[in-house]
């Protein structure tokens, strides 16, 4: 659960922060009139017996007023915070004045009692520095009431703990974007067409029952020979299972194993979970391990003789693990597009698809968030969430790839996605990713890969990769 600050509430929520005026005003006023025996008119200074009605029944009709929806509101924010799942949103539009305004977010959620998936909010706020920096186009973290998906809030406003999801982010400011949206249907729809590859798409429950050793999981006990070195961070602490697939059980896809099992293992030591965005290619706290054949007499008991944590233990410690119970897997095949992330790409697919249906294109100085509306993007982003092998990946900012890396294979991605009322990961890391290229997949070297998570979009851009 996050940890509301009241200081931010009060300082960035419109509402808190009048019916609280109303109370300090109303009790002011009051202390003045009723301590010193005095109230104050257009004439000056006139004994209190005189005007007492004038003065008293107004004042604490109002100070009453204001702490009733002090309270009121108090208790609607602490509740989606006790109940809020979060959920990435884009700001649909804004407005202000001298001293508030007005901020619309589009999202989706979905839950098991409402048929509807996009949902959209309002929230009046002050004029504040972290207001303002929310720009329509960008996008935001929200608090969402997993009783009421209408009741939201957006999270930095009112965390106690910095918010990753919009600290430093450039936001597009507010202009008509560049094809109509009936063009933009026709050029997402062409890109989709184009861009569309296999890819598997991988389903998580929590486990109700044992998960054999061999079995595709996320958390749990891994399968592993005792005779073979455990993995273990720079710390010499042994990692724990992120997540296990049994290449036997999952759809195939072209160059990937048919068999054998494949383990990505992360540290618990922060929250980071030991995923260095200076150093990605470094597996010193993470650490990825094919066992191309599976020995039959290898038990449950002498692995779990190693003393390997697991998400459960973890838990029960209150370690840092984005999961808090062993998950069982299923896995489908099917198909995705491109993302607006990989901005590179994404704007030569654009220029091709324009080509082809007769619409122009811009010549230098463009990025997706000017061409196209904050709705459409947000429609092109979200089908690459959820937790895949193969296929585009998920990037709540941008493609920490350069446009020559050859790291262009996405290998494993655990994300969020689909999880609303009972996220499969827990903290401020939504998003784990790793890539390979091509050819070493192909040779089954697992030793040179990228590995991503949202805390890459809150690095120093400025600073190089390690092992680049």
Not at 159 to 177: L, Y
Not at 392 to 407: A, E, L, T, W
Not at 419 to 429: A, Q, R, V, Y
Request: glycine share 8%; charged share 25%.
């Amino acid at each position: 659960m996050e940890k509301l600050s009241l200081e931010k509430a009060f300082k960035n929520d419109f509402t808190l922060a009048a019916s609280l005026s109303c109370v300090i005003l109303g009790g002011i006023v009051l202390t003045i009139h009723c301590g010193l025996g005095i109230s104050i008119s257009d004439q000056g200074i006139i004994k209190a017996d005189e005007f007492a009605p004038l003065v008293v029944i107004p004042m604490v009709a109002l100070a009453l007023f204001g702490l009733v929806n002090t309270v009121r509101r108090y208790i609607y924010i602490h509740g989606i915070f006790v109940m809020g799942d979060k959920v990435e949103a884009i700001v649909a539009g804004r407005t202000s004045s001298a001293v508030c305004g007005k901020i619309r977010c589009q999202y989706k959620y979905e839950c098991e009692y409402s048929k509807d998936d996009d949902y959209e909010m309002s929230l009046l706020v002050n004029k504040t520095a972290e207001t303002e920096a929310i720009g329509e186009g960008g996008r935001v973290t929200l608090l969402v009431d997993s009783n009421d998906p209408y009741r939201s809030i957006i999270l930095s406003l009112y965390n106690a703990e910095k918010d990753k999801s919009t600290a430093g982010r450039p936001v597009r400011k507010s202009k008509s974007p560049f094809y109509t949206k009936q063009e933009e249907h026709y050029i997402v729809s062409d890109i989709k067409r184009r861009s569309s590859i296999p890819v598997v798409k991988i389903h998580s429950h929590e486990a109700e029952e044992h998960v054999p050793l061999t079995a595709s999981k996320f958390g749990g006990l891994p399968y592993w020979n005792p005779s073979q070195e455990y993995p273990t961070g720079s710390d010499g602490k042994k990692l724990a299972l992120l997540a296990q697939i049994n290449m036997a059980e999952i759809p195939h896809l072209q160059d990937f194993p048919t068999t054998g099992l494949l383990q990505f293992f992360i540290s618990w030591k922060d929250d980071s979970y030991g995923l260095d965005h200076k150093s990605r290619y470094a597996q010193k706290n993470w650490r990825i391990v094919y066992h191309e054949t599976i020995d039959p007499g290898i038990t449950e008991e002498s692995v779990r003789a190693l003393g390997i944590p697991t998400a459960e233990s973890l838990y029960d410690d209150d370690a840092s693990f984005p999961l808090d119970c062993e998950h069982t897997i299923s896995a489908e095949l099917s198909k995705g597009g491109i993302t607006s992330a990989s901005e590179e790409r994404f704007m030569e697919l654009v220029r091709e698809a324009a080509d082809e249906l007769g619409l122009p294109f811009p010549d230098v100085g463009m990025t997706a968030d000017d061409m196209f509306r904050s709705d459409t993007l947000f429609s092109v982003c979200h089908q690459a969430e959820g937790c895949r092998i193969g296929g585009y990946p998920y990037f709540f900012y941008k493609d920490p790839r350069g446009s020559d890396d050859k790291h262009d294979v996405l290998l494993f991605q655990m994300n969020n996605g689909d999880f609303k009322s009972d996220d499969l990961m827990s903290g401020e890391t939504e998003t784990i990713s790793f890539f390979i290229s091509r050819e070493a997949l192909r040779r089954r070297d697992f030793s040179n890969v990228i590995c991503y998570s949202d805390y890459d979009d809150y690095g120093d851009d400025d600073e190089e990769d390690d092992d680049d």
